[in-house]
């Protein structure tokens, strides 16, 4: 049975002599040769570098998929895209070619309510350092992003957290209005 997932797409450094909105466009069509229906895409966003000294300014978008497959399989299928784009992870929320994350995967809470939702708690120093070692859905910093939920907003305003319980509208309307600066449709 297919399944409604949503992703981000990003990136702040060429590829291969592409550039980041063509390696951000070139992944959507990957994921539709790779077994995925696409939905619905944002538009793009030129959004400011998160952390500030990650580099250049960001290309961000999002997409809705179907896909029938396990949330797993559909993030293995994300993660051989952004190699494809000569991703490499050397630092955490570094510069990167291409940056696909998983932010939802229907309405499902992975591995359990009780991690996610620690994740989520994480203060902001223990954020740079740690990285899950599960896949975790939603994404525990969707709702902290306006790079995220701006996109977001463009094709899933509606779409609810499961833990949450604001939609994606409410939650990019919680940030502060800052939160926004630098961050515009191309």
């Not at 179907?66 to 992870?89: C, F, K, N, V, Y």
């Not at 940056?99 to 309405?107: R, T």
């Amino acid at each position: 049975m297919d399944q409604v997932c949503y992703v981000a797409l990003g990136s702040n450094l060429p590829s291969q002599d592409r550039a980041s909105v063509e390696l951000c466009a070139s992944a959507l069509c990957r994921m539709t040769h790779q077994g995925a229906r696409l939905l619905a895409v944002s538009r793009f966003y030129s959004t400011p570098a998160y952390p500030t000294d990650a580099g250049p300014d960001f290309v961000n978008a999002a997409c809705s998929l179907s896909w029938d497959g396990s949330p797993d399989a559909l993030l293995a299928m994300l993660h051989d895209i952004e190699q494809s784009a000569a991703r490499t992870r050397t630092r955490r929320w570094g510069a990167r070619t291409l940056d696909l994350d998983l932010l939802a995967f229907d309405n499902k809470v992975m591995p359990s309510e009780a991690v996610v939702r620690d994740w989520i708690d994480l203060p902001l120093e223990d954020q740079r350092t740690q990285t899950p070692d599960t896949l975790l859905l939603p994404h525990p910093r969707l709702q902290d992003r306006a790079f995220v939920l701006a996109p977001l907003r463009d094709i899933a305003p509606h779409w609810r957290h499961p833990l949450l319980g604001q939609t994606v509208t409410e939650m990019l309307d919680a940030l502060p209005p800052e939160a926004m600066d630098g961050i515009q449709a191309l």
